[in-house]
């Protein structure tokens, strides 16, 4: 059995392969490295996914993750899954590759993720090929759920906003000032509140304010990220990720601006994952 994962910064898709080729899919929470020990990794594991499958006849597990650049963090996730996987070959990588195995197969094209983070890459066919940097929630992720989540807070607390917007706001979360100062100052995961706030704008997404603040975010995603490769209107540009595929009227929009047109847009990458691995 092959056992494929896409894990980004709030959730994690799951796909088993059985040897009939039927595919059976689960959702974790997201399983960053960055953020996660190997011990919570591994109790998330126990409590979530182990009880539903046959651990020990998985062959094959590739999981892809935010965070798993680092060689160092692949071995702390590794060690998590070899308590449980004892008769598989695991094989880590980035959540960037899978988005651009997803998208493009065995082409070459420029893969872009947008979803609680941000993310993208020229893909050359084969492997990564040259990645501009993404600095996270805090100095990037432009385009992103977090990013526009932080840019709409800002605006929040300093009383920036359209009144209508701000009391609709106000009478959907209830949070105060301190709450929402605790949730990105002190409580953990602060990307995953920051991005939990684009229900809320895909909601009133008619509003102005909302819909230049989307646009806004877009248009930074393509000058930081997409204008920086070399190829960006050479080769196809396809993306992945919710806030991709629920605002893709604007990006696409926005897309235009650049001169640019959108080949692709996965809400996930993890079912093309499942018949590029079954291949």
Request: charge should be negative.
């Amino acid at each position: 059995m092959i056992l494929i994962a896409d894990s980004g910064a709030s959730k994690s898709d799951w796909i088993l392969i059985d040897q009939n080729r039927e595919f059976l899919n689960f959702q974790l929470v997201g399983l960053n490295p960055y953020y996660l020990s190997t011990k919570e990794t591994e109790d998330i594991l126990s409590k979530e996914l182990i009880p539903f499958i046959e651990a020990k006849r998985v062959e094959h597990l590739f999981f892809y993750g935010a965070g798993c650049s680092s060689v160092y963090k692949c071995m702390m996730l590794e060690e998590a899954f070899q308590k449980f996987f004892t008769h598989a070959e695991i094989q880590i990588e980035s959540d960037l590759l899978a988005s651009a195995r997803a998208l493009f197969g065995l082409n070459e094209g420029i893969a872009c993720i947008l979803g609680t983070g941000s993310n993208s890459c020229y893909f050359d066919g084969s492997k990564i090929a040259e990645n501009i940097i993404s600095l996270g929630y805090f100095f990037g992720d432009e385009g992103s759920g977090a990013h526009m989540g932080r840019l709409f807070i800002k605006d929040f607390l300093l009383n920036n906003l359209p009144e209508s917007l701000s009391e609709s706001f106000k009478n959907k979360y209830h949070y105060s000032r301190d709450n929402i100062l605790d949730a990105v100052y002190n409580l953990p995961f602060p990307n995953r509140f920051l991005a939990s706030f684009c229900k809320f704008f895909a909601d009133n997404l008619s509003e102005k304010y909302i819909h230049e603040l989307i646009e806004n975010s877009f248009r930074e995603f393509f000058i930081n990220q997409v204008e920086k490769y070399e190829k960006f209107r050479k080769v196809p540009i396809s993306f992945s990720g919710s806030v991709a595929y629920y605002f893709e009227p604007v990006l696409k929009a926005v897309a235009k601006e650049f001169d640019v047109k959108i080949e692709k847009i996965l809400k996930t990458p993890i079912n093309a994952l499942a018949e590029f691995h079954s291949k």
